[in-house]
């Protein structure tokens, strides 16, 4: 079966880089249409799609974060990482890794990973 | 701010039906891209609920359903239960941001 799992800091300070793991299973991300992606979501609000990387390697970033996030994938470990630069208190959230299929939606997600913005 | 537009909260009594609406655009619902809708319990992560507009994966019950019209989709409970309560997103592509998806603001179903 498909699982995802995100891993990283649960702390960082405002200013430094964040970088984000999720590995997988179940699945290969050398298969057409696969993608897997970043979701976040604020303590309270809404699902905010961060970024997304594609079987062949093609990537989309939020156009308000783009700036600030790379994603990569190494398709012989199962993992795809994120990183956000530039930390700040608003970017609190939990951050979700997610399977995005061929026909667009996310069948299978990660628990999440609550990572906190503080000094 | 999302380009999907869902009402904040909505609520119903058991066993009775309660709709939740996402708009969209030119360039989203209304371009022909598919709308997805996804349950969030409290504390858990969202969990798929219709995909295509209207199809329900295995093991979701049938008092679920999904419709899409125009630049709006809609999702339907009827026979609203205790265990339905919880936040409510739609998802769909943007052609206009050149980004991965967008999720629509998120919708609170309270059973009174």
């Known amino acids: 079966q498909i699982t995802l799992k995100e891993s990283g800091p649960t702390l960082v300070k405002p200013t430094q880089t964040l970088t984000l793991t999720c590995t997988f299973s179940g699945f290969s991300l050398s298969t057409s249409g696969v993608g897997v992606g970043w979701i976040r979501q604020p303590p309270g609000k809404a699902l905010e799609w961060l970024a997304l990387?594609?079987?062949?390697?093609?990537?989309r970033y939020s156009p308000s974060l783009k700036s600030r996030l790379t994603i990569t994938k190494d398709t012989s470990k199962n993992q795809v990482v994120l990183t956000m630069t530039n930390m700040d208190p608003v970017d609190t959230a939990t951050y979700y890794c997610a399977h995005r299929g061929y026909s667009g939606y996310v069948g299978y997600w990660g628990q999440g990973t609550l990572v906190t913005v503080s000094s | 701010q999302s380009v999907l537009t869902q009402p904040p909260s909505v609520s119903g009594a058991p066993g009775q039906r309660v709709t939740i609406s996402c708009t969209g655009s030119?360039?989203?619902?209304?371009?022909?891209?598919?709308v997805h809708w996804y349950q969030q319990l409290p504390g858990t992560a969202p969990k798929l609920l219709i995909y295509?507009?209207?199809n329900r994966p295995s093991g979701v019950p049938d008092r679920f359903s999904g419709s899409k019209s125009g630049t709006s989709a809609s999702l339907a409970i009827t026979g609203l239960q205790a265990e339905d309560e919880a936040d409510y997103y739609c998802q769909s592509y943007d052609s206009s941001l050149s980004g991965p998806d967008v999720f629509g603001t998120g919708t609170k179903v309270t059973v009174l």
């Open positions: 030119s360039s989203n619902i209304g371009a022909g891209y598919d």
């Open positions: 990387i594609y079987w062949n390697d093609d990537k």
């Open positions: 295509g507009n209207s």
